[in-house]
C-alpha cells in the first residue's frame, strides 16, 4: 500500500526541516540529561531543606524535562519520516505541533507554582536558608548552560531550492528566509523558566534569611508562575498560528507575491500562503489573464522572492 502511494505521489520531496534541525535535535537531547540530573537534586535538597522555592524550582525541571523530550521526539519523528510521501507537505510543522503541546505543558506548570505557592502561604515550613541558597545558585548555573546550548538565533536561515508541477504548472524558488522555530523555542522557554524560577527562589531566600521575610518565598513563586503563564500564552499563539496557517498581519508575503504578479493584464483572484517549516513557505496562486502565459513566466516574476520553497500556479482565461 505504502509503495503504491509512493508511485502515485509527487515525484520529488518535500522535505521542509529548518536547515539547524540536526544541531537543534542534540542539543535537545543534551539538556534533557543535564535538567533530568539537576532535577533530581533540586526536589531533594528542597525536600530536606523546607524551601518551596527549591522544589519548585525541581520540580520545573521535572515537567520541562518531560517537555523538553516531547521536543527532541519531534526533531527526531521529523527527521525521520520527512521523505515519507504520506506527508504531503512533508514533516516541516510536526515542530509547530510539539511546540503546541509544550505551551500546554508550560501552562499547566503556571497553575501548579501558583498552587502550590497561595497554600505555603497558609501552611508555611521551616527553611534552612544557607543550603538552599547553595543548591538554588548551582540549578541556576546548570539552566544559564542549558539557556547557552539551546539559544540558537530563535530565527534562522534557510536555503535550498525546490521546484514542482501541478498539471503544468511549475515552479521552482530558491529561499534565505530568517523564520523561527517554534519546536526550539518551546524547549528554549522551558529552559527560561526554570533560570527564573531559580533566580526568585534565590531572592526569596536571601531576603528571608537576612530580614525573616518567609513570606517572599512563596510570593516569589506566584511571579514566577504569571511570567511563566505570559510565555505559555505566546507560545500558544505562534504555534497554533502556524498549525492553523493563520498569516499574521505583520506577514508581507501575500503582498509580495501580488506585486510580483499583478499587471494590467494578470490579476490574481486567488492567493493562500502558509508555512511549511522553519524558513519554508508555501503558496498557492490562481492568476486570471487576459493573454495568459506559460507558469515558467510567472515563475519568473517570483524568483527575487526568496520565502517560498514550494509554489502552485494555475492560470486562467
Not at 45 to 69: E, K, N, Q, V
Not at 299 to 306: D, E
Request: glycine share 8%.
Amino acid at each position: 500500500m505504502t509503495d503504491a502511494f509512493a508511485r502515485l505521489s509527487s515525484p520529488h520531496e518535500h522535505v521542509f526541516l529548518g536547515d539547524d534541525h540536526h544541531r537543534n535535535e542534540r542539543r535537545t537531547w543534551l539538556v534533557i540529561a543535564i535538567t533530568a540530573t539537576m532535577m533530581v537534586v533540586e526536589i531533594a535538597a528542597g525536600t530536606i531543606y523546607g524551601s518551596m522555592a527549591l522544589i519548585a524550582d525541581g520540580w520545573h525541571m521535572s515537567t520541562h524535562a518531560a517537555a523538553m523530550l516531547i521536543a527532541a521526539l519531534a526533531y527526531m519523528f521529523a527527521r525521520r519520516h520527512a521523505k515519507n510521501p504520506r506527508f504531503t507537505f512533508g514533516t516541516g510543522k510536526l515542530g509547530d505541533l510539539a511546540a503546541f503541546a509544550s505551551a500546554v505543558v508550560l501552562a499547566l506548570i503556571a497553575l501548579l507554582i501558583g498552587w502550590e505557592s497561595l497554600m505555603r502561604f497558609y501552611s508555611p515550613v521551616a527553611i534552612n536558608f544557607q543550603q538552599a541558597i547553595i543548591v538554588a545558585c548551582i540549578g541556576l548555573a546548570v539552566n544559564l548552560v542549558c539557556a547557552w546550548l539551546l539559544r540558537g538565533d530563535h530565527a534562522h536561515h534557510g536555503h535550498g531550492h525546490h521546484s514542482h508541477d501541478h498539471d503544468g504548472h511549475q515552479n521552482g524558488h530558491a529561499h534565505d528566509r530568517h523564520a523561527g522555530d517554534n519546536n526550539l523555542r518551546a524547549a528554549y522557554l522551558h529552559v527560561l523558566a526554570d533560570a527564573l524560577t531559580s533566580v526568585l527562589a534565590i531572592v526569596a531566600l536571601l531576603l528571608g534569611s537576612l530580614y525573616g521575610w518567609n513570606w517572599m518565598d512563596p510570593a516569589m513563586g506566584i511571579v514566577g508562575g504569571l511570567v511563566i503563564a505570559r510565555w505559555s500564552w505566546g507560545l500558544v499563539r505562534d504555534a497554533g498560528g502556524v498549525l492553523l496557517d493563520f498569516v499574521p498581519s505583520s506577514e508581507d508575503l501575500p503582498a509580495e507575491i501580488r506585486d510580483a504578479i499583478e499587471t494590467d493584464s494578470d490579476k490574481v483572484v486567488d492567493l493562500h500562503v502558509w508555512q511549511l517549516g522553519p524558513g519554508h513557505r508555501g503558496a498557492i496562486v490562481v492568476i486570471k489573464a487576459a493573454s495568459p502565459q506559460p507558469a515558467s513566466e510567472y515563475r519568473a516574476r517570483l524568483a527575487h522572492i526568496h520565502d517560498l520553497s514550494h509554489v502552485t500556479i494555475e492560470v486562467e482565461a
